[in-house]
């Protein structure tokens, strides 16, 4: 691990004073900068000293150490101190919490009850509770901001050790590229969610003692008032828990099913996006368009029943309290027939909240911890996996390495014996090794006889069973699959190193780069973004990276399997018999012309685990050689192979004449064909399986006319990423731009997907019916306890008109929750249908130009988020703001005069959000853009650490993601401190409001303007109304974040489509041809003809029939 880190810009707590940092003060800047202009990644502050990522981890890592592994022993080593704090500022808030239900409220309602108001006292109350809402502000500010930063230390510092564990980890050496890639996803899965649900530990842990003393301590309250009435209400909540239970374990399975029904509709998708060329000659568009909706139908089906069961949790947990005090009234008065007076009932409405609360907090604070253990046990699991140990390769500073010095001998292996996993069997068997500076080897052998395996032994990747290795230098590795980094071509050669114009020209010409890069540019992104490369690309520019490394060892896999014999026969004339004539070589190679080829003075054949030297007996290992790659392959390349067997084969010409030569000689030209189709054969299969989506292979050839295929070759002229494209990726996306905000446009879209007025109507009727029939049932409540007459007290008919009421308004909440769910579904059903079929009628140039992972991530994630964020979201906020605008305007109408106190602060708290919310979409823009890199950062050090270890990068790699986790870092902190500041603002306005409308109802009660029972219950809606602007502000900026996905599903239904599949025309030709007279071919945006025909080219297609090759 590095131990040395550059100094940075300080962070504004650092100089803040103490006022600023009790009230986040020195966060404003920020939020005026983003209510300004767009924010950029240099806007954000930098990390404190004490959340920076490389001392951070450098300390967690020797903690961890000392530990012997344990991640939970270590966190609580290095943070048992702010983890006891966040305990002490968690239990405290929640007291804060019920200061006002469960003391005020009934004392208030006493006090005012008296004959004669005693203000002073009354005052006291609403000052007290005043004071300790404010305080409690601060405490939930502060608890929420040291939580966050525990967790963003803890959860940056296991980012950190992951990554580096992932470039020592034995099992990426010895994983094929399936695995790579599974690995890839699993490494990416915990950085991206186990290490987020680590960042809520501490309070997850603190939650399970604190909540079941808050519902110990609001049942003992509840219990004072209602007596063991309560516990029937207990009896409700728990069968109502019971059933949500129940719904919750059928709803687990359902959900299994839909997301597998999902997978099997994207497995589909993503061959037809992979085969759309030959889809699109084809004409198939419509056949796969009907193929995947029917998959989506399936899934609606599963959706909708999922849908069922999630209406049943959200109805039960949104009439809970409804529930519960209808079981608790009728208990009192007609069973346990008390008198049902203003306090009672007021103050057991109040704590009927904080009870539901805690009801809820609880499983999901279990849920919360268990998560958070998971992750830390399986976070724990990959930082305990073996490492490639470097002590298994001999290196210069060895005893041993002055005896192979004076033989000048750079490799050795003596009698290795080697294994990918200690408990296999040896993969290798008694190698016996040696290769003196400056000699160039040649190994050959069969496929899966171990070339590769060879290499990794030499590089320290292999377990070493027996034996020893000595490597007496640096060395440069070239991959069988060449290793890219989505960067620029440059980088990737230079790879670290500082950059010589001479030598670096000189690299470009032996790797027979310089058309390319004066084609495609150096300095352009290659990758999904940029600019796409061949395998001939990859393979001439992972070389390059090799020979500019000017290392004394070059191990080289195969490096000229992908390239034509022209460009191979000048790549290995100019590169290895050129600059590195003087460098020790090893190279895999299964060509037959550089096997016998005069310049290599050894060559060796691995074949059973063993190595043989055939030097001395070319055309018996010739022979040896061709019939062992050939065993296993078609029998089209075992006549190829016989026949040029039995030609008598020529004696070895230099390499400088090897294209003539395979052209002269047909024996040469079949035995060339037959090794490099065999040896190709391999990566040809995964193409052929993607046309399994078209029917049989005879049918293939029969009609494919393959103009994508035939183009492929001719692709390393292909330009660099055009203008136009460039905005289509940067469109796609979401993290790269808009200002955070949907446009009126999007919602209308969106709200006519779902059904227009007719949805917007329904929902706005259910939801007002349903907060009629509540605010009814809450003044009947009021008149029935106001009544004095006995018989109205405990008679059954103001029991069964509450009950009706009560009732009643749970129905309605379930057709309101049905309706949204409904609606969203629908407005998704036919989202997709648009732009499913916009995509299968867009033009090749808008796949050219746009990745297969962003239009699966709309057709995937985005489709998801229509089918149940937006429900889930548009649902609670839809029912919070009906309550609390009820509510509002009913204190509101009932106050009158106070209210005009209120008004200016209601307007502060709109303002306060709209200042608040803008920079935060920005933050959360630019959060979101920061964790990409770091994800690819991720995948890339998997699949190249064997070549990062071998060029000794590590450190150089280490580094820079830790630079891409400090940028997600520093995101996620702002995030933190604008989310504190703006809470704490929210809080101390909101216990103003409360302040102020309790003293206008104390005023107008003393005035004899209102009546006690009004006055209780509209003490109740202030009490609520501070937990209900909170969580409207997070719901409001929840539900903006989700309506992105329809913005993106919407700009891709906009897609412009390719030509109609039928005409009218009356002059349209009845005989298929292609005619191509005079004209040229070219890349987008790009001014080099690819393809130029000066004579007509004319193709009559009276029959079936195909072509496939290079153009001519």
């Keep these: 691990m590095y131990r040395t880190f550059t100094a940075v810009a300080a962070h504004p707590t650092e100089t803040a004073g103490a006022v600023s940092r009790l009230v986040f003060g020195w966060a404003k800047p920020l939020l005026f900068v983003g209510n300004q202009r767009k924010l950029s990644p240099d806007d954000l502050y930098p990390l404190p000293l004490a959340s920076q990522v490389g001392p951070l981890t450098l300390h967690f890592a020797d903690v961890y150490e000392h530990k012997d592994g344990g991640l939970l022993a270590t966190f609580f080593s290095i943070y048992w101190g702010r983890f006891l704090c966040i305990g002490l500022f968690q239990s405290l808030s929640v007291l804060g919490d019920l200061y006002g239900p469960g003391y005020v409220l009934g004392a208030l309602l006493r006090a005012v009850a008296a004959p004669v108001i005693d203000l002073q006292a009354v005052l006291t109350l609403i000052g007290s509770l005043y004071l300790v809402q404010l305080v409690n502000a601060f405490l939930k500010a502060h608890l929420a901001y040291m939580n966050e930063n525990l967790g963003l230390q803890f959860s940056s510092s296991l980012r950190a050790m ?31 969610t186990d290490t987020i649900n680590v960042m809520g530990f501490a309070m997850s842990m603190h939650a399970m003692w604190i909540v079941p003393l808050q519902i110990a301590a609001v049942l003992y309250l509840l219990y004072s008032n209602v007596g063991w009435a309560i516990f029937v209400g207990l009896g409700v909540v728990a069968i109502i828990l019971v059933i949500n239970a129940i719904a919750a374990m059928l709803m687990g399975a359902e959900q299994a099913r839909c997301f597998e029904l999902k997978n099997d509709r994207m497995a589909v998708l993503q061959q037809v996006l992979a085969a759309i060329q030959t889809i699109k000659m084809d004409a198939l568009e419509a056949e796969y368009e009907a193929k995947i909706k029917a998959l989506r139908g399936l899934e609606l089906a599963s959706i909708h029943t999922l849908m069922r069961i999630i209406l049943v949790l959200l109805s039960f947990m949104n009439c809970t309290l409804i529930l ?48 958070s253990l998971t992750s830390v046990q399986r976070i724990n699991d990959i930082l305990l996996l073996d490492e490639v140990s470097a002590a298994s390769v001999w290196g210069p500073s060895h005893p041993l390495a002055a005896m192979y010095a004076n033989e000048g001998v750079v490799v050795a292996i003596e009698t290795g014996s080697f294994a990918w996993h200690a408990t296999s069997g040896p993969t290798l068997r008694n190698l016996h090794l040696r290769l003196r500076r400056g000699e160039l080897v040649v190994l050959h052998g069969a496929i899966g006889q171990g070339k590769s395996s060879l290499l990794a032994a030499l590089l320290g990747e292999m377990q070493k069973l027996g034996g020893s290795v000595f490597v007496g230098g640096s060395v440069a590795y070239v991959a069988q699959q060449a290793w890219i980094q989505n960067s620029t071509i440059r980088e990737n050669i230079l790879f670290g190193k500082p950059y010589d114009r001479a030598t670096y020209q000189k690299v470009l010409d032996a790797c027979a780069l310089t058309k390319d890069v004066a084609t495609l540019g150096d300095m352009n992104e290659m990758g999904p973004k940029g600019v796409i490369l061949t395998a001939s690309q990859k393979a001439r520019i992972a070389l390059a990276r090799a020979v500019c490394s000017d290392a004394d060892i070059f191990l080289l896999d195969a490096p000229l399997a992908a390239l034509d014999p022209s460009l191979a026969s000048e790549v290995f004339t100019k590169c290895i018999l050129g600059l590195l004539a003087k460098k020790t070589v090893l190279l895999v190679t299964h060509n037959m012309e550089i096997i016998q080829s005069p310049s290599v003075r050894r060559s060796l054949l691995l074949q059973g685990g063993r190595l043989h030297e055939t030097s001395r007996d070319p055309p018996k290992m010739l022979r040896r050689a061709v019939s062992s790659v050939v065993a296993s392959k078609p029998r089209t390349l075992h006549r190829a192979t016989s026949s040029a067997m039995d030609a008598k084969p020529e004696s070895v010409r230099p390499l400088q004449r090897m294209a003539s030569s395979v052209a002269e000689t047909k024996p040469a030209r079949a035995l060339h064909r037959a090794v490099s189709a065999a040896v190709e054969a391999k990566s040809d299969m995964p193409q052929r399986r993607l046309h399994d989506l078209l029917g049989s292979p005879s049918q293939q050839s029969m009609r494919s006319l393959q103009l994508p295929e035939m183009l492929e070759p001719l692709a390393e002229d292909a330009p660099s990423v055009t203008e136009s494209s460039r905005l289509l990726l940067d469109d796609e996306n979401d993290d790269d731009d808009g200002d955070g905000h949907v446009s009126t446009a999007i919602v209308g879209g969106y709200v006519r997907a779902m059904g227009g007025c007719v949805a917007v109507t329904t929902i706005v009727l259910l939801t007002m019916s349903l907060q009629l029939l509540k605010i009814g049932g809450d003044f009947w409540l009021t008149h029935w306890a106001m009544t004095p007459d006995e018989t109205a007290t405990f008679g059954y008919a103001p029991m069964t008109l509450y009950a009706a009421l009560a009732l009643g308004s749970c129905v309605f909440v379930i057709l309101q929750t049905y309706a949204v769910i409904a609606f969203g579904l629908r407005a998704s059903q036919h989202m997709f249908g648009a732009m499913l079929s916009a995509l299968l009628a867009a033009p090749m140039r808008f796949f050219a130009s746009t990745s297969t992972d962003a239009v699966c991530s709309r057709c995937s994630d985005d489709v998801v988020a229509c089918d149940f964020s937006i429900p889930f979201t548009l649902g609670p906020i839809l029912f919070e703001v009906s309550s609390f605008l009820a509510t509002l305007l009913t204190t509101l109408f009932m106050t009158r005069w106070p209210a005009l106190l209120v008004l200016p602060l209601l307007y502060l708290d709109y303002k306060l959000g709209a200042f608040y919310l803008e920079p935060l979409h920005e933050v959360h823009r630019l959060e979101n ?34 630079l891409k986790i400090e940028a997600f870092g520093q995101a996620r902190a702002v995030a933190t401190a604008l989310n504190a500041w703006f809470a704490l603002r929210m809080s101390l306005v909101s216990s103003t409001i409360v302040a102020a409308f309790l003293c206008g109802l104390v005023a107008l009660r003393h005035r004899h303007e209102l009546s006690f029972g009004l006055l209780g219950l509209l003490i109740t809606y202030v009490l609520a109304m501070p937990a209900n602007l909170s969580y409207l502000a997070t719901v409001w900026s929840q539900l903006e974040a989700a309506m992105r996905s329809p913005e993106r599903l919407q700009e891709y239904m906009a897609i412009e489509s390719e030509g109609d599949a039928t005409t009218t025309l009356a002059n349209w030709p009845t005989n298929g041809a292609i005619t191509f007279d005079d004209g040229a071919l070219v890349h987008s945006g790009s001014p080099k003809a690819l393809f130029k025909q000066r004579h007509e080219l004319f193709l009559e297609l009276l029959r079936e029939g195909g072509y496939t090759g290079k153009l001519p």
């Design 162 to 192: 992951l990554f580096e564990k992932v470039l020592r980890l034995r099992a990426v050496a010895s994983s094929t590229s399936v695995a790579k890639e599974k690995m890839a996803a699993d490494i990416a899965n915990l950085i991206s």
């Design 324 to 371: 519960v005090t209808l079981a608790v009234v009728a208990t009192f008065t007609l069973w346990m027939q008390q008198a049902l007076t203003v306090t009672i009932i007021f103050s057991t409405l109040a704590l009927f909240k904080p009870l539901q609360d805690a009801l809820v907090n609880l499983p999901i604070a279990l849920m919360a911890m268990v998560q």
């Design 929 to 962: 853009a920061s964790r990409a890199p770091l994800l690819q950062a991720i995948a890339e050090a998997i699949d190249g650490a064997t070549t990062l270890r071998a060029f000794k990068e590590t450190a150089r790699v280490e580094a820079s993601a830790t």
